[in-house]
């Protein structure tokens, strides 16, 4: 494997990676975390494991500066870690297990683009599949799953890269077009300040995650209220607009106009299994006034509208386009023009991830049934919080990432109260 | 116009292992067309064939086969 430059949306996870360790926290690494109704054929596991690289060299290929970009440098040879461990017998413990193991910091151009643990207990087990997030994203972990445990596809194909081929119809002009595009778009979000989460100002102290799940039952219910609420297209928009109204009660900080929730779109085709690695997602903005925020129907239409102008103007493309100029910034300047609005404060209400559900759905991992799943990221610090949704045989899963320094326990307890009562339509 | 809503909804939104075999009644959000999709699939129509398609109509009903696409599009024209 020859270098392999890293491709626009690489490079932004790149430069927030730079910022989650500028504000103390270990990195951008996040993980795929599986729940295993026994102990899975360790060796099995580890086979697959030694044989995955062979298919997928970019697993365990490592960052490499060239200038002020990167690129993965790989001769394939090396191997993909595999950690074994215990799991604590109780719950809250083996959360810290897995809450050390993604908050374990490794220099950028040191860190392995992904990493399995096991960790065994009695009667179960848990599968956490670390990744960096420049190697690749949310849903391409999902498919380096599909693709470690299944041996029916070949290897990656570079020609199936959605976001180099979405980059390459455009000329030059029209990607200067675009970028101007998206950079007035957002000059037009920042007119308003945006509501930050109430937050202390010291050490971050670690990524911590609390999960709210909900039963078949409520998941239909809170599916059922999205469809209604925002229809087809706008499942994602329903759980923004819950979580922006649950950030509000549990109390915002200092003033702000609107809430900004930046969500990204992958650019795969639904049920394709490639390409796996490589960030293949642009985004787009949520927005929505105070005055938005109060009335529940009126916010989703809102968002509904919005959403909708923004696809039909092209602007998932067009940041694309005011990524690939951003690749050519130095790391922290670049964090810091997509971090902050011009008067320095930060753009982002909190970060946002749809997921949907598991897909393709592992049937067993070596042996043991699936019986849950969810996902965790890393976050900038402020504003220190991230909210991913998944879901896995019908019962959705809410994953609240914050820095666990920068909260009260009381605070985050009344966020997850909140959007639990928001998402049931409890509070409508 | 038929065939450039299939080209452009096997080539763009959805990876089926035999598009040519995929009918026109078969089932396109079984078959994974998730929201976006949909979103991008109303959106090509509209421009590209220079109709409108109201938003109260975006039911699975009209969408969720080539076949039902097609008569709803045409219900527009």
């Not at chain 1, 993909?80 to 810290?96: I, K, N, Q, T, V």
């Not at chain 1, 949520?286 to 009126?298: F, N, P, V």
């Not at chain 1, 509904?304 to 493309?317: H, I, P, S, T, Y």
């Not at chain 2, 129509?45 to 709803?72: A, M, Y």
Request: glycine share 8%.
């Amino acid at each position: 494997m020859t270098l392999q430059r890293l491709n626009p949306a690489d490079h932004f996870t790149l430069m927030m990676d730079d910022q989650i360790r500028r504000s103390g926290l270990a990195g951008n690494f996040c993980a795929l975390v599986l729940q295993l109704d026994g102990e899975p054929d360790v060796e099995a596991l580890r086979e697959r494991a030694r044989d995955f690289p062979r298919r997928f060299p970019r697993a365990v290929a490592r960052l490499r500066r060239q200038g002020r970009r990167y690129a993965w440098d790989s001769d394939g040879t090396a191997t993909l870690p595999f950690h074994l461990h215990e799991l604590a017998c109780d719950s809250p413990a083996g959360e810290r297990q897995l809450a050390a193991i993604v908050n374990a910091a490794a220099d950028a151009e040191a860190a392995a683009p992904l990493e399995l643990h096991l960790l065994r207990g009695p009667g179960h087990a848990v599968l956490a599949l670390k990744w960096f997030h420049p190697a690749c994203d949310a849903k391409g972990i999902e498919l380096v799953l599909h693709h470690l445990l299944h041996d029916d596809t070949g290897g990656d194909d570079a020609a199936a890269a959605a976001l180099e081929g979405l980059l390459g119809r455009s000329g030059l002009w029209e990607r200067v077009r675009q970028g101007w595009q998206a950079k007035r778009n957002i000059a037009r979000l920042d007119r308003r300040a945006s509501i930050l989460p109430e937050h202390g100002d010291g050490e971050p102290g670690g990524l911590a995650v609390r999960l709210e799940r909900f039963d078949a039952g409520q998941s239909r219910r809170i599916l059922d209220q999205a469809r209604a609420s925002t229809g087809l297209t706008g499942t994602a928009l329903y759980f923004i607009g819950c979580a922006m109204r649950a950030l509000l009660e549990a109390g915002a900080g200092d003033g702000g106009d609107a809430c900004l929730v930046p969500y990204a779109v992958n650019l795969r085709r639904s049920r394709a299994l490639y390409p796996v690695f490589g960030n293949q997602v642009s985004f787009l903005f949520a927005q929505a006034g105070r005055e938005q925020l109060t009335q529940r129907e009126r916010l989703f239409e809102h968002l509904k509208a919005q959403n909708r102008e923004a696809v039909k103007a092209g602007l998932d493309r067009a940041m694309l386009a005011l990524m690939q100029a951003g690749s050519w910034l130095p790391l922290a300047r670049y964090g810091d023009i997509v971090r902050r609005a011009p008067r320095g404060r930060e753009r982002s209400s909190f970060w946002f991830s749809y997921t949907g559900a598991l897909e393709p759905r592992p049937a067993e991992v070596a042996g043991c049934r699936v019986t849950d799943m969810y996902q965790v990221s890393q976050v900038t610090a402020p504003p220190s919080l991230g909210l991913l949704v998944s879901g896995f045989d019908g019962r959705l899963t809410v994953s609240i990432n914050y820095a666990a320094r920068r909260f009260a326990p009381d605070w985050i307890d009344a966020l997850a109260q909140a959007l639990r009562a928001e998402l049931l339509a409890d509070a409508a | 116009m038929q065939e450039e809503i299939r080209a452009f909804i096997f080539s763009e939104l959805l990876f089926v292992d035999d598009p040519a075999g995929f009918g026109d009644e078969d089932d396109l959000l079984d078959a994974g067309l998730d929201s976006m999709g949909i979103m991008r699939l109303v959106l090509f129509v509209e421009e590209r064939f220079g109709i409108s398609l109201p938003d109260d109509e975006l039911e699975p009903d009209n969408l969720r086969t080539l076949g039902r696409l097609q008569r709803w599009i045409e219900r527009h024209r």
